[in-house]
């Protein structure tokens, strides 16, 4: 894990990048704007890529200076350009009847961090790990995937639940840049790869919506059932 030694100066480098990440998730779950969404995914992508190819330079990986430029270009720029697409289409603006208040859902997700921090400091003593890097790390994971899940139980348009869930799986992939930077770049551009087919999946859901119940509201899917 990189997080065993790494110095003061890359620790507080990565750190940064990884609050600032979660920072970018807590503006998507406190607002009911899809743009915002959009934008605020796309920044935290390119910082996960900026991430990556810090690690990259200071590890010497080089095969993460690939990653940091898929990311950019798949998480950052291709993936909200087709749900910003989805949305002109349909014309969706923003989330109307979500479960839950934009300041209730923030409260929650402060409580999802704290929850991480707990439980990312009991599985740091019990690996045996020190490092603040790592527990920070295992925190915003954590914290990214519990906001992620969050915002799939309190949203009911279908692209704030696609946004969700890649909001889950940026946590991941950037919990792993800085725990395993080694992983096997086969890997690594497979979860890239899923990605795309996940935005391609949902754009086919959102349209069925549309043209079957007028509304890209998920709750209209149980019509569906029985």
Excluded at 5 to 33: C, D, K, N, Q
Excluded at 83 to 89: D, P, S
Aim: aromatic share 8%.
């Amino acid at each position: 894990m990189h997080g065993f030694h790494a110095t003061p100066i890359e620790a507080s480098l990565f750190g940064a990048i990884a609050i600032a990440s979660l920072l970018l998730a807590f503006v998507m779950l406190g607002s009911r704007w899809l743009r915002h969404y959009l934008i605020a995914f796309a920044a935290e992508s390119w910082l996960i890529a900026l991430l990556s190819a810090a690690i990259g330079y200071i590890d010497h990986y080089p095969e993460l200076y690939v990653i940091a430029l898929l990311t950019a270009f798949f998480r950052g720029t291709l993936l909200p350009y087709l749900l910003l697409r989805i949305v002109r289409r349909l014309n969706v603006e923003r989330e109307l009847d979500p479960i839950l208040r934009p300041s209730s859902s923030l409260v929650l997700g402060a409580a999802a961090v704290i929850f991480a921090l707990v439980v990312s400091a009991h599985i740091s003593r019990a690996l045996g790990l020190s490092a603040e890097v790592v527990i920070l790390a295992l925190t915003v994971m954590l914290s990214m995937k519990l906001i992620g899940y969050l915002m799939l139980a309190v949203r009911h348009e279908a692209i704030s639940q696609e946004l969700g869930l890649l909001v889950l799986e940026n946590g991941i992939f950037l919990g792993t840049q800085i725990l395993v930077p080694g992983m096997p770049m086969l890997l690594e551009l497979v979860i890239l790869f899923d990605l795309l087919i996940v935005v391609v999946c949902f754009g086919v859901l959102v349209r069925y919506l549309m043209g079957q119940v007028g509304s890209t509201s998920s709750t209209k899917l149980r019509r569906l059932v029985g």
